[in-house]
């Protein structure tokens, strides 16, 4: 490359234009790249994990006494309503879309998204139902009330008999949430089937990538159920039907089934992918192949199967018939077998390695501790008796957050640094790293253990006043909640000041095997463009010395030249 | 760096880079693979809602409500017959265009187009003359709601074989082989397949 002395006269000066802006606006503009549609949707993401556990911190402030002294009984249930639907549906979504944009086309040697258009449009929906649904705190009769899950009959009450209302509202928004997650779905799905580069068959593929096809195949399955069935709650409360209504001969029973139908699956939906990453990180931090990469790339899609068929063990104590429980009690204990392939394949991963223990490694590790202690509880809670003993109670609240904050989040926090560097191109704090990884953990486990006590103990879950006796365990989970609002301070800092100051990451600074470590950091706009490798290895070739790519040390020759 | 082709440059900025940006709508055309997947997630809808049509049917006390007899079935499987045709009217619109006659799929598309619509006005007509409405019990609102349902994805099947007839008219847009043309027709199978079941369950189960 030789260097030409600026010439105003020059045709060729390269020239900015108008459909790429550079720096920052373009993060909020409609852009068509998926590493800016992918920084979008987690900086949303983010955002909303803020507003979420501000809620939820409320809640826990609430609950630190037996009384309801804090806030309003009809407050503390919109609370809890709005906590459930803007983590699920505005945090852990849109955060996974993000890592989903920015991973899959790197991982795979794609340009970009099959349809890039379709992906900016999917993405700027989120916003769009964020506003709905947050309205609902300004509409007269407040927020809406009957928990995340909007029950009939409870949550067709419409006291003030407005039509615009906020379960109305909510209902609209769980609604453009899945139009808008189904556009995505079909735009991964087309792109890790269509876009690969050559020489990556499917079982070359990175585990990611795999969870990611499982989990968009869910959402493709799930979400038109769960939609199907909002439109009819939302005719029930606005239109005067009766799909639910039992007085004018409906079957509030059937709204359960759509929504757990979509609503169980969505769980596989989250957890998958952080799966995924697990199985890219543990590879990298211990210097070894993926132990059974076969078993963990077919694990997916078994869990795949099994998730569409375990979704009544929601409805254990519905009044479902004894052969449904059985059944589902089952199926439901099956999804184990493929899970727990996959943590032994993790554990043989990190067998005799050679572990480095950095920020993502270390909330990957802790990650993978919270889940599995979320799976011993699930398979209590998997068994009828267990089931309607702790249904409805805290237990069951400790079992989902360890999922969903102990693994999930957990994960989802790995990622982030492990990928910071590859798409910013500045390294991250280490120190302020540890800090974050040390008050997350401590702090999940401190909230969400004591919920588990409670549970067997008989606390009900969204009740905003409690029986003395339950105090002490309740203290405990405040201080580990207040401890996790605090333990963000420290990550944000993180972020902020790495994108500012932080030292300028190389091409591959984690010395990891994969397509995205063989690109620039950041990647240029269409990564490989016409230089696409051509893959002759599977992924994780630690140890090996194999080569990944055909011309692999030209690659790397130009990485460090440039 | 002989191994590497002479345009290799993966240091290259964002802005010089941004040549390509001018095509970055196509990577290649996975159009029909895109739709091939939203028509199975779409399925799934229409899955659920037969699903809680059968189990509000059969756990029913009192079906129908009070005063309606039971549905009228022969206008609308006149009109059945005249959308089903219009899935053998869509197949020659596109064997016309394999064959390179413009017109002749022009022809042809335009009649399947004219088929949906006359079905939307007989679904029109029916509707105009029921004697329960949308709040009519459980009845009332599954019937509505699945008919309501299906005629907007005729609808919007009409619109899009009204986009891929205006296409036709812009020179050399077909000239490779169209995805739109075969998408559209695609999703119009899918709509006919979808009525044929819901005929079925509204019109042919005994109440």
């Not at chain 1, 184990?336 to 990957?364: C, E, H, Q």
């Amino acid at each position: 490359m030789t260097i030409t002395p600026f010439d105003p006269g020059l045709s060729e000066v390269p020239q900015r234009q108008p459909e790429a802006p550079n720096g920052w606006k373009r993060y909020i503009s409609f852009n068509t790249d998926a590493k800016v549609i992918g920084i979008q949707y987690i900086a949303t993401a983010l955002l909303f994990l803020l507003v979420g556990g501000l809620l939820a911190m409320i809640m826990r402030g609430e609950l630190i006494t037996p009384a309801a002294d804090l806030v309003d009984r009809t407050v503390y249930n919109g609370l809890y309503t709005m906590h459930g639907t803007i983590m699920l549906f505005l945090f852990m979504f849109p955060v996974l879309n993000g890592l989903n944009n920015l991973l899959i086309p790197v991982m795979i040697g794609a340009p970009d998204m099959a349809f890039p258009r379709l992906n900016a449009a999917a993405f700027w929906m989120v916003p769009v139902f964020g506003v709905i649904l947050m309205a609902s705190f300004l509409v007269p009769g407040g927020p809406p009330a009957s928990g995340w899950w909007s029950y009939p009959p409870v949550s067709l009450q419409n006291p003030l008999g407005h039509l615009i209302n906020g379960e109305a509202l909510w209902i609209v928004a769980v609604a453009l949430s899945g139009v808008s997650s189904i556009m995505g779905a079909v735009n991964f799905v087309t792109t890790i089937l269509r876009m690969r580069a050559p020489g990556m068959t499917l079982m070359r593929m990175p585990i990611f990538c795999w969870t990611a096809l499982s989990a968009q195949t869910i959402q493709l399955i799930g979400l038109p159920a769960l939609t199907g069935g909002a439109v009819m709650l939302l005719f029930d409360l606005v239109a005067g039907t009766s799909f639910y209504r039992p007085e004018g001969g409906g079957d509030p029973v059937l709204y359960q089934h759509f929504f757990w139908f979509y609503s169980h699956p969505a769980v596989y939906v989250i957890i998958l992918p952080v799966f995924g990453v697990f199985s890219e990180l543990f590879p990298v931090y211990a210097r070894k192949p993926l132990f059974g990469y076969k078993f963990v790339a077919a694990a997916s899609l078994v869990i795949v199967g099994l998730s569409l068929v375990v979704w009544v063990h929601h409805m254990f104590p519905s009044g479902v018939p004894q052969w449904m429980r059985d059944l589902f009690m089952v199926t439901t204990m099956l999804i184990a077998v493929p899970t727990g392939i996959k943590v032994f394949a993790w554990l043989g991963t990190l067998w005799g390695g050679k572990l480095r223990l950095n920020t993502p490694m270390l909330f990957a590790l802790g990650g993978l501790f919270n889940f599995v202690f979320a799976g011993v509880t699930g398979i209590m809670l998997a068994t009828v008796p267990v089931d309607i003993h702790v249904n409805n109670t805290y237990f069951v609240v400790g079992h989902f957050h360890y999922v969903i904050y102990g693994a999930a989040t957990m994960g989802v926090y790995a990622a982030i640094y492990h990928w910071f560097p590859k798409f910013t191109g500045r390294m991250y704090y280490e120190g302020l790293g540890k800090l974050h990884f040390l008050l997350t953990f401590i702090g999940t486990n401190l909230n969400f253990f004591p919920m588990h006590p409670l549970g067997l103990m008989g606390m009900p879950r969204r009740v905003s006043s409690y029986d003395p006796e339950f105090a002490f365990w309740n203290v405990i989970a405040s201080l580990g909640a207040f401890l996790l609002g605090v333990s963000i301070i420290p990550f944000l800092l993180n972020l902020v000041s790495s994108l500012v100051r932080g030292e300028r990451a190389p091409a591959n600074p984690w010395n990891a095997i994969g397509l995205e470590w063989l690109l620039p950091s950041p990647p240029p706009t269409e990564n490989f463009e016409a230089n696409v490798p051509t893959v002759i290895s599977g992924p994780y070739g630690y140890g090996t010395g194999l080569p990944l790519v055909e011309h692999q040390e030209a690659y790397e020759r130009a990485l460090q030249q440039a | 760096m002989t191994l590497i082709p002479a345009n290799f440059d993966p240091g290259a900025s964002p802005a010089e880079s941004a040549g390509h940006t001018a095509d970055h709508g196509a990577h290649g055309n996975h159009t029909l693979t895109g739709f091939i997947i939203f028509l199975c997630s779409e399925s799934v809808i229409f899955l659920a809602f037969f699903t809680g049509f059968a189990v509000l049917k059969l756990s029913a006390l009192q079906w129908l409500p009070p005063g309606v007899e039971g549905l009228e079935w022969r206008s609308p499987l006149a009109y059945t017959v005249v959308l089903v045709s219009s899935s053998g009217t869509i197949a020659l619109a596109e064997w016309f265009l394999k064959r390179g006659s413009l017109w002749g799929f022009r022809a042809f598309w335009l009649l399947s187009m004219a088929m949906g619509a006359l079905f939307l006005y007989g679904q029109a007509i029916e509707w105009a003359g029921l004697e329960f409405g949308f709040t009519s019990g459980t009845f009332g609102g599954c019937f509505y709601l699945l008919t309501g349902f299906h005629g907007l994805h005729v609808a919007t099947g009409i619109l899009l074989m009204g986009l891929m007839l205006t296409r036709s008219f812009r020179s050399g847009n077909y000239d490779g082989g169209e995805q739109g043309v075969v998408a559209a027709s695609l999703f119009w199978h899918f709509v006919d397949v979808i009525w044929v079941l819901l005929f079925l369950l509204l019109y042919v189960w005994p109440a």
